[in-house]
């Protein structure tokens, strides 16, 4: 059985290094969120509320999944990699914002349609 001082010191490191790279993640998408809302801001909370999610999940989801389509996980191992992953990280934040503004101003467009008048459109607009 290891000494519980070297089994928490180990704990705390591993925590450490998960920290470091979820918050490189988390900076990225945090600037990604600031510059968007900096250009254009929602009308209300609950809009702003949606998009924020939404760029906060596409940059850390779409940026982690960018990361590993083009295998470059090793630049983990590098402070320099790890700024390049950060850039990628923010650059995936910001077509998610554009995409959910575009969804917010379609259906306000549409406010008064029903469901099913908006799928037949969004099917007839795909042929």
């Known amino acids: 059985m290891s000494e519980p001082i070297s089994g928490a010191a180990a704990?705390?490191?591993g925590w450490k290094i998960i920290g470091g790279l979820a918050g490189m993640g988390a900076i990225g998408a945090g600037l990604a969120a600031f510059v968007v809302m900096s250009m254009t801001r929602p009308k209300d909370e609950n809009e702003w509320r949606v998009a924020l999610a939404c760029t906060l999940v596409g940059s850390i989801g779409g940026g982690a999944a960018l990361v590993r389509y083009l295998g470059i996980q090793e630049w983990a191992h590098d402070p320099i990699g790890m700024?390049?992953?950060?850039?990628?990280?923010?650059?995936?934040?910001?077509?998610?914002?554009?995409?959910?503004?575009?969804?917010?101003k379609y259906m306000e467009k549409r406010k008064d349609a029903d469901?099913?008048?908006?799928?037949?459109?969004?099917?007839n607009a795909g042929k």
């Not at 700024?83 to 917010?104: E, H, I, N, Q, T």
């Not at 469901?115 to 099917?123: D, G, P, Q, S």
């Open 11 to 13: 704990g705390a490191a």
């Open 83 to 104: 700024v390049g992953m950060l850039a990628l990280v923010f650059s995936c934040g910001l077509p998610a914002w554009g995409l959910v503004r575009a969804f917010f």
């Open 115 to 123: 469901l099913a008048e908006i799928v037949a459109e969004v099917r």
